[in-house]
């Protein structure tokens, strides 16, 4: 009586029951399909460790790939007035050097002002949190107690010795940092100026390697929405940020803080970094709260506010703009934020999103691939 319910409720599910007597449960493994997956995960783990070892060589190239994708429409409005390519591609890589630098010049001097104070403006910053003193004490007191009941004795009864090793200089690190991001930045523009001119050249001799006229379609499908959803993507998220940008540093010279281009600035290169950069944005500006204004209030309505203006942001106007395009799995954007930032750091937590919203559109053309890009769908 059991089996013959189990077996009418497969049948409504549209499942078909065994008739040969072969049970459910055991599933018959072709071994060639087994190795070919085999094979497969090692080609991938293969991919990830090379990618995470030569970091410093393939970031500039994908963010010279992202940057192709933003100034698209810039070069194809160039296109339509009848500028050569090379001349497009001279001029955008022209724009694009020239507001690095005069963004660099208007932001090193209060940058440097910023972080010169840094050294004597930490016991003040230990002032205003005076408040939190009492309740740390108590929990540095009960880690204190925890330690003794979980310690061991050295053998002479004493505790064991305490090595303190001298670490770079805060200077050091700046400019060795400073150092990267310059030659980082040539690399991607140099990488990027070759990109704008060669324009669908790869595109074209890809589909003249494909051997079939069904397969030179699909690239050419995967090709032109790969490019129209992750360019609207980039540009939309960059004049929302830009306005965030705007309304942070406006917001910034309201309260008094001062410098309002620079903590723009800050605003809107946090706000590429999803998630992670506006929890680091609250924390940056609470602390320069600290340092600008005498009581505790002021600073917290300098974070509020800044919190504020990201969640109408990202919970509000960005999803509204972006919800036609494309729409990710949230937890998988988590998981590959995490990945990513593993694995090259802020830069790769930049480009997370753009990646995993690429993987979603391949695997969406690629049958064997659809229900990948069903599971990493919203």
């Known amino acids: 009586m059991a089996d013959e319910t189990l ?59 992202l940057l192709k994708l933003l100034l698209r429409p810039a070069m194809r409005f160039l296109g339509k007035v009848h ?15 020239a507001s690095f630098v005069g963004l660099f010049s208007s932001l090193a001097g209060p940058a440097t002002e910023w972080f010169g104070k840094l050294p004597q403006t930490l016991p003040r910053i230990e002032q205003r949190l005076s408040v939190l003193k009492e309740p740390l004490a108590r929990f540095h007191d009960a880690t204190k107690e925890l330690s003794k009941v979980t310690d061991t004795a050295t053998p002479e009864g004493g505790s064991p010795p305490v090595v ?34 060669a324009g669908d050249v790869f595109l074209r001799k890809m589909v003249e390697v494909l051997p079939r006229l069904r397969d030179k379609k699909r690239a050419v499908a995967i090709s032109q929405e790969v490019e129209k959803n992750i360019s609207a993507y ?68 300098l974070a509020g506010t800044y919190l504020g203006i990201h969640l109408i942001e990202g919970e509000v106007v960005t999803p509204m703009l972006l919800a036609r395009r494309f729409t990710l799995n949230p937890v998988l954007v988590i998981i590959s934020l995490i990945f990513w930032y593993w694995m090259w750091g802020v830069p790769g937590a930049i480009i997370s999103v753009p990646i995993l919203a690429t993987t979603k559109i391949i695997c969406d053309h690629i049958r064997p691939l659809a229900p990948v890009g069903h599971f990493i769908g919203g």
């Open 164 to 197: 303190v090793q001298q670490g770079p200089a805060i200077g050091g690190i700046l400019l060795t940092s400073t150092q990267a991001l310059l030659t980082g930045l040539l690399e991607t523009l140099i990488v990027l100026f070759f990109l704008l001119i």
């Open 234 to 301: 980039l540009v939309t998220i960059s004049g929302m940020n830009l306005l965030v940008g705007i309304a942070v540093g406006t917001a910034a010279y309201l309260f008094g803080l001062g410098d309002g281009l620079l903590w723009g600035v800050v605003a809107f290169l946090l706000n590429y970094v999803p998630i992670l950069g506006p929890m680091s944005g609250i924390v940056l500006f609470f602390l320069a709260g600290l340092l600008a204004f005498d009581n505790l209030l002021t600073a917290g309505l």
């Open 7 to 65: 077996a009418s409720e497969l049948l409504e599910a549209g499942e078909a029951v065994p008739t040969d007597g072969t049970p459910d449960d055991v599933t018959v493994v072709d071994p060639v399909k087994y190795q070919s997956i085999v094979l497969t995960a090692i080609l991938i783990l293969l991919v990830f460790y090379t990618l995470y070892f030569t970091r410093e060589v393939v970031t500039p190239i994908f963010f010279a790939v």
């Open 83 to 97: 500028i050569p390519e090379p001349v497009a591609g001279f001029l955008m890589i022209l724009v694009l050097f």
